[in-house]
């Protein structure tokens, strides 16, 4: 019978908290980028009890005021004004993809910590050098890959790890709304469908399954835009042996929802967001039913990760090397959707 899972956390026990106390001094943050990511990260930094955001940049000016208003921060005009701030300990990179090379660069450069949005970059070359630019500075990074802090991913990878479904065999996931805002849908700034959006999916995959083999994909348009796609499919073969189709839309009217199922040889895993039961295990045993609350933003809890990496000198969980590999095969989907050939990321 299906075994429901409701999950107690979003990251594992926090044995840091018994030592908050131990460190006295707050943690100052720039913000480059003023858009949706920036006014969520400010949100989160705010609410942490060791971090402060003191400044903000933006190549707009009023959504620069607007959000530093509302955290009192200082305005600069430009990022080498921000990293110029020799108080500031910790930057946020939520400007469009495309500019994320420029801003991780400077700002490891500059030696300050780096949270930055995913995806990593807008192509391979730029996420190689900045992984380069980080190790050099010494600097702590990590990218937003945030599924790894929502409780359906998370409690899915320990049911995986565990062997709850025996031997995985088949993964099956998909990603779908409405087409987006802003510049999200211009396809230079973003990477379109499969870059911005479909690398959540990708990131989880290679995050459970390891190394992936093969890349195949497929996608359609409303328009006539070569370069950008409403729709995609795409296959993803690992070197275990694990096949996972990968479904993904901007053109679906009736807003959000992401399902997945993860089927082994003995089990299958399923969720989907628009139901009311959580995770589901289908195993041949009788199981339990567990009750657990969420307890926060898996953003809030990407943000506490990396100030607790910052402030113990340790690596994040999510390294930059994860996020080249999500971006890999993000990048090989593009790719195939362009040339009808598997691609090797």
Not at 30 to 43: D, P, Y
Not at 131 to 140: D, F, N, R, T
Not at 295 to 304: A, I, T
Request: aromatic share 8%; with cysteine.
């Amino acid at each position: 019978m299906p075994v429901i899972l409701r999950l107690r956390s979003i990251i594992p026990p926090r044995p840091w908290t018994t030592s908050w106390g131990e460190y006295r001094a707050m943690l100052k943050v720039g913000i480059i980028g003023a858009g949706n990511m920036g006014r969520v990260h400010t949100s989160g930094f705010e609410q942490l009890s060791q971090t402060q955001v003191v400044a903000v940049t933006d190549t707009n000016p009023e959504a620069a005021e607007r959000l530093a208003h509302q955290t009192g921060a200082k305005v600069y005009p430009d990022v080498a004004g921000l990293l110029s701030d020799a108080d500031i300990d910790i930057v946020a990179v939520c400007t469009p993809t495309v500019h994320h090379y420029d801003a991780v660069v400077q700002t490891a450069r500059a030696g300050k910590h780096i949270f930055c949005e995913k995806p990593l970059a807008r192509t391979l070359e730029e996420g190689r050098k900045m992984l380069c630019a980080v190790e050099s500075a010494g600097v702590k990074f990590m990218v937003g890959h945030v599924l790894r802090f929502f409780p359906e991913y998370r409690r899915t990878k320990e049911l995986i790890d565990s062997g709850s479904v025996g031997r995985p065999g088949i993964a099956r996931l998909s990603r779908m709304g409405v087409f987006p805002a802003g510049w999200y849908g211009d396809f230079q700034q973003s990477g379109g469908l499969t870059l911005d959006l479909l690398i959540h999916d990708f990131d989880f995959l290679n995050w459970c399954f390891g190394k992936p083999q093969r890349v195949y994909a497929q996608g359609l348009n409303q328009k006539e835009r070569a370069e950008h796609v409403d729709y995609a499919l795409v296959l993803v073969r690992y070197k275990n042996g694990v096949i996972a189709h990968v479904e993904g839309s901007w053109a679906i009217p009736e807003g959000w929802y992401t399902k997945f199922e993860i089927a082994g040889d003995g089990g299958l895993i399923d969720f989907d967001s628009r139901k009311t039961a959580p995770v589901t295990l289908h195993t041949k045993q009788r199981g339990t039913v567990q009750e657990s609350p969420l307890e926060e933003s898996p953003y809030l809890s990407e943000l506490r990760h990396f100030v607790e990496c910052v402030l113990q000198n340790r690596e994040p969980e999510i390294t930059g090397q994860d996020a080249l590999e999500a971006l890999k095969v993000s990048l090989a989907a593009v790719e195939s959707i362009q040339c009808g050939k598997a691609i090797t990321p």
